[in-house]
T-cell receptor
Framework: DQQVKQNSPSLSVQEGRISILNCDYT??????FLWYKKYPAEGPTFLISISSIKDKNEDGRFTVFLNKSAKHLSLHIVPSQPGDSAVYFCAASVNNAGNMLTFGGGTRLMVKP | DAGVTQSPTHLIKTRGQQVTLRCSPKSGHDTVSWYQQALGQGPQFIFQ???????QRGNFPDRFSGHQFPNYSSELNVNALLLGDSALYLC???????????FGQGTRLTVV
């Protein structure tokens, strides 16, 4: 029973263009959503988060959109840079728990120069 | 300021053996969660420790147990290892259970 799903295992984007990573969830109790980035041989690093009371949160080149009715969130990276190439994980939690996370399977983003 | 540190970085064990993994949280953090990341999958929550007690547990059997020490460091123990326990084990620390999780680099466990 996968409560958080990332249906695209990989995404390839040209440098300077927009990267859009998608995530769907099934548990309506989730009220806090996060994106983590992971490089090989490193642990996941926090990127951006959004509470269920919002529908958009922006931090520099990164924007997360939340559509509660569709149980869908997306991460937009504009403009994409080669250093953004990594595996991106969507995560969700209940009661704003920052360290009891349910993760999706990840999307490998490749940004080509 | 040291981040989350885990030891060892790699480990090879035989089926049926027992293993102990260790985690030192980021300075100032008091809560430690453990996650298992199988190859090609996302991390899966095992359990969380706060004030030296297990506070929450994911869908993992009793073969997985843990401990938190007074200095907030933590251990993950896995008994009767199975081939399917081969994975990257990640420790994440936070300030309280609602705090932002900071992950260590993980321990790669291979069971043969």
């Amino acid at each position: 029973d996968q409560q958080v799903k990332q249906n695209s295992p990989s995404l390839s984007v040209q440098e300077g263009r927009i990267s859009i990573l998608n995530c769907d969830y099934t548990n309506s109790m989730f009220d806090y959503f996060l994106w983590y980035k992971k490089y090989p041989a490193e642990g996941p690093t926090f990127l951006i988060s959004i509470s269920s009371i919002k529908d958009k949160n922006e931090d520099g080149r990164f924007t997360v959109f939340l559509n509660k009715s569709a149980k869908h969130l997306s991460l937009h990276i504009v403009p994409s840079q080669p250093g953004d190439s990594a595996v991106y994980f969507c995560a969700a939690s209940v009661n704003n728990a920052g360290n009891m996370l349910t993760f999706g399977g990840g999307t490998r983003l490749m940004v080509k120069p | 300021d040291a981040g989350v540190t885990q030891s060892p970085t790699h480990l090879i064990k035989t089926r049926g053996q027992q293993v102990t993994l260790r985690c030192s949280p980021k300075s100032g953090h008091d809560t430690v969660s453990w996650y298992q990341q199988a190859l090609g999958q996302g991390p899966q929550f095992i359990f969380q420790y706060y004030e030296e007690e297990e506070r929450q547990r994911g869908n993992f059997p009793d073969r997985f147990s843990g401990h938190q020490f007074p200095n907030y460091s933590s251990e993950l123990n896995v008994n009767a290892l199975l081939l399917g326990d081969s994975a990257l084990y990640l420790c994440a620390s936070s300030l309280g259970w609602r705090g932002q999780a900071f992950f260590g680099q993980g321990t790669r466990l291979t069971v043969v």
